[in-house]
């Protein structure tokens, strides 16, 4: 343990050479651990399989900055790991074959939707019929008045 309580290199060091750590109480060896408390996020400590904790490889804590960064970065690690389950658990339920009846009734759905579809077309395209029938008419009203105009004034500019 004198080792690890110098710098926190030889600390690291330590950590990666020696596997076996103090004995805990109950005369076991402990093991290394990452602490992710939001107390102690990412601290190595020796662990006892039976017991826990027994003492911390990293005998210096870590300043507040250290702890928010690592805390932030569990939580996007969270994140990610809840991400990748949801894709896993939706790979492995597209990638089940499908029954035929499962096959048959989403032929049914899709049918029935693009049956509705159609429908809103069909009146989509009545609708534009109608109003381009009207628009016409206004048109060609609007060229009969502005005729009808024209020759009044022509008429009316050339009795004076």
């Not at 020796?46 to 970065?73: A, M, P, R």
């Not at 939706?90 to 499908?98: D, I, K, W």
């Not at 077309?121 to 109608?130: C, F, M």
């Amino acid at each position: 343990m004198a080792k690890s309580e110098g710098s926190s290199s030889s600390a690291r060091s330590s950590y990666k050479k020696k596997v076996d750590g103090p004995l805990c109480y109950c005369n076991k060896r402990s093991t290394p651990a990452k602490a992710w408390t939001d107390d102690n996020p990412g601290r190595r400590f020796w662990c006892c399989g039976s017991h826990g904790f027994v003492d911390w490889i990293d005998k210096q804590e870590q300043n507040e900055c250290q702890k928010q960064s690592l805390l932030e970065t569990r939580g996007v690690m969270d994140r990610q790991r809840e991400e990748i389950r949801n894709l896993k658990q939706l790979l492995s339920t597209a990638s089940q074959p499908a029954t035929s009846e499962d096959s048959t009734a989403l032929l049914l759905e899709e049918g029935d939707r693009l049956a509705e579809e159609k429908k809103k077309l069909e009146i989509a395209l009545i609708t534009s019929v109608e109003k381009e029938k009207l628009l016409r008419q206004f048109i060609a009203l609007s060229m009969g008045g502005f005729a009808v105009v024209t020759v009044i004034l022509v008429i009316t500019i050339l009795k004076k």
